[in-house]
């Protein structure tokens, strides 16, 4: 199979064009990267993934930088590098600093051990501690979430 080539702006039929034209408005950009010129490749992959990224990390009840930062730390978790310098020059634009930026790493590095060390240890807890109950508040409820060893 042969690699994709990039669909740059001039080469772009109108529905990718206005698909660049809107990520150029929202991101307040004057070109697309290479992720959206790669995947113009397959407009209705194009337009799903760009409509779910706006409606996604639009306004809601999480701000904005929060979303950023949650991108963050899962491209980490997922070793994405592209996404890593995305979403920090985001963040960084909607008030990141570098403090946030580290401590923020510290934090996915201390959960990714934490889940490791986790999983690698449950093989030695007793059966009746792998179905514990972990209350999860919602509004005014109460859930129960059993972690069940499978």
Not at 6 to 32: F, H, M, N, T, W
Not at 101 to 118: C, S, Y
Not at 127 to 147: C, D, I, K, S
């Amino acid at each position: 199979m042969a690699s994709p080539n990039p669909i740059e702006y001039s080469d772009a039929s109108i529905e990718i064009r206005e698909i660049y034209d809107e990520i150029k408005l929202a991101r307040g950009i004057q070109d697309v990267s290479n992720f959206w010129i790669y995947m113009a490749n397959d407009p209705v992959t194009l337009r799903r993934t760009w409509t779910s990224l706006k409606e996604s990390m639009g306004p809601g009840a999480l701000d904005s930088l929060t979303k950023e930062l949650i991108y963050i730390a899962v491209s980490a978790t997922n070793n994405c590098a592209y996404c890593i310098r995305s979403h920090t020059a985001s963040a960084s634009s909607k008030g990141m600093t570098d403090a946030m930026f580290g401590e923020l790493m510290a934090v996915v590095g201390m959960a990714v051990a934490v889940v490791a060390t986790a999983a690698g240890t449950r093989r030695r807890l007793p059966h009746e501690m792998l179905a514990l109950p972990l209350p999860l508040a919602a509004g005014n409820r109460v859930f129960r979430l059993y972690l069940i060893h499978i």
